[in-house]
Antibody, heavy 120, light 108 residues
Framework: QVQLLESGPGLVKPSETLSLTCTVSGDSISSYFWSWIRQPPGKALEWIGY???????NYNPSLKSRVTISVDTSKNQFSLKLSSVTAADTAVYYCARSKMYLTAYAFDIWGQGTMVTVSS | SSELTQDPAVSVALGQTVRITCQGDSLRNYYASWYQQKPGQAPVLVIYAKNNRPSGIPDRFSCSRSGNTASLTITGAQAEDEADYYC???????????FGGGTKLTVL
């Protein structure tokens, strides 16, 4: 059974860098694509970006200048860094396994999510 | 980039059929995937690609597409189907991902 678990600080100060890690169990990270998705309180889902085990990435254009997603295949983990955070980055952050079909994208396995609050 | 538009809220009587729609230019070329999210929980994939259901998803969930509109249909809605539903698709002009704004489904 594939499971994803997000970890990282729940509180980040404004202007600092948010850092989260997703640990994948039950599957090799050297398959599929892996994504970060966030959801501000009471709002819709927002895709942040995805990574393939080779290191190939693709980011949401609205966040691209501040986002870095990396992968560590030896630990079966992938990570998110979001720089220069503001209160608008307060959200539940999810990691998800991503299936990229020719005509559809789907996120079939999700982590439980981790709440990150940006506040001084 | 593309946008996906969903009605904010829809209601259905218990046991009846309901359709939740998702509109966007990208849907002319790409299929929508649909997610169910209950309060305090992570989203769950219910439909993907051309009307495929992951293991464990009841067959009362189905989807269709016409022009720029994708629809999620729940045939015989149950109380446990009350949730927020999100669609997503590939962006029309890139490999980016777009999500709809979500639809809150109430089962009366």
């Amino acid at each position: 059974q594939v499971q994803l678990l997000e970890s990282g600080p729940g509180l980040v100060k404004p202007s600092e860098t948010l850092s989260l890690t997703c640990t994948v169990s039950g599957d090799s990270i050297s398959s599929y694509f892996w994504s970060w998705i966030r959801q501000p309180p009471g709002k819709a889902l927002e895709w942040i970006g995805y990574i393939y085990y080779t290191g190939r990435t693709n980011y949401n254009p609205s966040l691209k200048s501040r986002v870095t997603i990396s992968v560590d295949t030896s630990k079966n983990q992938f990570s998110l860094k979001l720089s220069s955070v503001t209160a608008a980055d307060t959200a539940v952050y999810y990691c998800a396994r991503s299936k990229m079909y020719l005509t559809a994208y789907a996120f079939d396995i999700w982590g439980q999510g981790t709440m990150v609050t940006v506040s001084s | 980039s593309s946008e996906l538009t969903q009605d904010p809220a829809v209601s259905v009587a218990l046991g009846q059929t309901v359709r939740i729609t998702c509109q966007g230019d990208s849907l002319r070329n790409y299929y929508a995937s649909w997610y169910q999210q209950k309060p305090g929980q992570a989203p769950v994939l219910v439909i993907y690609a051309k009307n495929n259901r992951p293991s464990g998803i009841p067959d009362r969930f189905s989807c269709s597409r016409s022009g720029n509109t994708a629809s999620l249909t729940i045939t015989g809605a149950q109380a446990e189907d009350e949730a927020d539903y999100y669609c997503n698709s590939r962006d029309n002009s890139s490999n980016h991902v777009v999500f709809g704004g979500g639809t809150k489904l109430t089962v009366l």
